[in-house]
Nanobody, 124 residues
Framework: QVQLAESGGGLVQAGGSLRLSCAAS????????MGWFRQAPGKEREFVAS????????YYADSVKGRFTISRANARNTVDLQMNSLAPEDTAVYYC?????????????????WGQGAQVTVSS
């Protein structure tokens, strides 16, 4: 079992930055592909970014490519999401997730473990 807990959400003005952190407990995340998803009110939960445990390859949704960066700190058993140039359409609850599947894993149903979510609100 892996327990995940997000932190670092909040309110920021458009153009600003936030850094989300996901702390894992129960097992080391070095053998898990870690993903970030988000869900805006009235919308489906969508893929944002992931980092495969094989080859440390990262993947991003087109809407965040070049603005968001996913990184892992194995020593702290955390995975972070650095978000720059934020826009109002980035407003959502952001979730951290883990799966043992390697490679690009975009589907939310492919992830086995989820955090409780962190609210990110971007004002215009």
């Amino acid at each position: 079992q892996v327990q995940l807990a997000e932190s670092g959400g909040g309110l920021v003005q458009a153009g600003g930055s936030l850094r989300l952190s996901c702390a894992a407990s129960g097992r080391t995340i070095s053998s898990y592909t870690m993903g970030w998803f988000r869900q805006a009110p009235g919308k489906e939960r969508e893929f944002v970014a992931s980092r495969s445990w094989i080859g440390a390859v990262t993947y991003y949704a087109d809407s965040v490519k070049g603005r968001f960066t996913i990184s892992r700190a194995n020593a702290r058993n955390t995975v972070d999401l650095q978000m720059n140039s934020l826009a109002p359409e980035d407003t959502a609850v952001y979730y951290c997730a883990a799966t043992t599947k390697p490679g690009l894993v975009r589907g939310r149903f492919e992830y086995d473990y989820w955090g409780q979510g962190a609210q990110v609100t971007v004002s215009s």
